[in-house]
């Protein structure tokens, strides 16, 4: 079983930066591809960030391009959001999960999500 557990949200003005992190536990963790999504109020989740098992490819959204950025520590069980830049329209509730796929940018492809942390920018 894998499960996941995000943390780091909270509150920041415009412009500001944040990390997230989520704890991973599954001894299968290093051979799934993780995920970032998001989900603001009256919204769909969307796809935000992935990074394969072996951390040799990334992709992200359009809309957070140049300013966020995935990373994962096999050895520490952590994946990470690294959020520059932000702006008020990056309000969301963010969500890791973790994937059987090789890389994946579709939510359905996801097997194992976590429950997911408030992000609100504002001044």
């Known amino acids: 079983q894998v499960q996941l557990v995000e943390s780091g949200g909270g509150l920041v003005q415009p412009g500001g930066s944040l990390r997230l992190s989520c704890a991973v536990s599954?001894?299968?963790?290093?051979?799934?591809?993780m995920g970032w999504f998001r989900q603001a109020p009256e919204k769909e989740r969307e796809f935000v960030a992935t990074?394969?098992?072996?951390?040799?490819?990334?992709y992200y959204a359009d809309s957070v391009k140049g300013r966020f950025t995935i990373s994962r520590d096999n050895a520490k069980n952590t994946v990470y959001l690294q959020m520059n830049s932000l702006k008020p329209e990056d309000t969301a509730v963010y969500y890791c999960?973790?994937?059987?796929?090789?890389?994946?940018?579709?939510?359905?492809?996801?097997?194992?999500w976590g429950q997911g942390t408030q992000v609100t920018v504002s001044s």
């Open positions: 599954g001894r299968t963790f290093s051979n799934y591809a």
């Open positions: 999960a973790a994937s059987a796929l090789a890389m994946a940018t579709k939510q359905h492809s996801y097997n194992y």
């Open positions: 990074v394969n098992w072996s951390l040799s490819a990334t």
